[in-house]
């Protein structure tokens, strides 16, 4: 059964510096792996997906997530966190007609 | 930049009573969706609706919960009888295929539902 695993409840990263928010996966066949950001009191937001081709995937607000394949993860990275990143981070992977999501992992960017 | 719509944002009511969340797709899309979130956690999907019917559905989507396409642009979800712990967020989502074609599933901003 397809599945992905967010070790990380919470990360905390000063502002400035790069950030690494976890993800592997499982999955038979070919993973469509997703990242989805949620602010306070907001819906879900897509920022990337990785569907097949290159292993470094840019998305939105500078984001950018590198499949490993090997290791089976989907890590979300930007090289310099600001204040505003501060939010729910969500990997999902694809699952029949549906995408099965992470139990988040909580950014914080301390200023 | 089109995007899905939820009516009500908040809605309280009291348990047992009946509770209909809307949501307005985007308007090429073909599959819809409902999840919920309880405080904050863990987004669970509920049920997959395509061509006018169910596709999948969740454990949690039990005889209690329906989902109905009335008019062709709204998709709703109905709770016949409310209980405490269906208190949650409720995010509706579209997309134009299926998520198994890793296709990108767009969710709108969400209802929160309060059962007292």
């Known amino acids: 059964a397809q599945s992905v695993a967010q070790p990380e409840d919470q990360v905390n990263v000063a502002e400035g510096n790069p950030l690494t928010v976890k993800c592997t996966y499982s999955?038979?066949?070919?993973?469509?792996l997703f990242w989805y950001v949620q602010y306070p009191n907001r819906g879900l937001q897509f920022l990337l997906k990785?569907?097949?081709?290159?292993?470094l995937v840019k998305g939105s607000y500078g984001f950018e997530a590198e499949f490993n394949k090997s290791q089976t993860s989907f890590h979300l990275k930007k090289p310099s966190a600001l204040v505003s990143d501060s939010a729910l981070y969500f990997c999902a992977v694809s699952r029949d007609d549906k995408i099965i999501f992470g139990k988040g992992t909580r950014l914080h960017i301390l200023p | 930049e089109p995007e899905v719509t939820q009516t009500p944002s908040h809605q309280v009511t009291q348990m047992g009573q009946e509770v209909i969340l809307r949501c307005v797709p985007i308007s090429n899309h073909l599959y819809f969706y409902w999840y919920r979130q309880i405080l904050g956690q863990k987004v669970e999907f509920l049920v997959s609706?395509?061509?006018?019917?169910?596709?999948?559905k969740s454990e949690i989507f039990d005889d209690q919960f329906s989902v109905e396409r009335p008019d062709g642009s709204n998709f709703t979800l109905k709770i016949r009888s409310t209980k405490l712990e269906d208190s949650a967020m409720y995010f509706c989502?579209?997309?134009?295929?299926?998520?198994?074609?890793?296709?990108?599933?767009?969710f709108g901003e969400g209802s929160w539902l309060t059962v007292v």
């Open positions: 609706f395509y061509n006018n019917e169910i596709s999948e």
């Open positions: 990785y569907i097949t081709g290159d292993n």
């Open positions: 989502a579209s997309s134009t295929l299926d998520g198994n074609s890793g296709n990108t599933i767009y």
């Open positions: 999955v038979s066949g070919n993973p469509y």
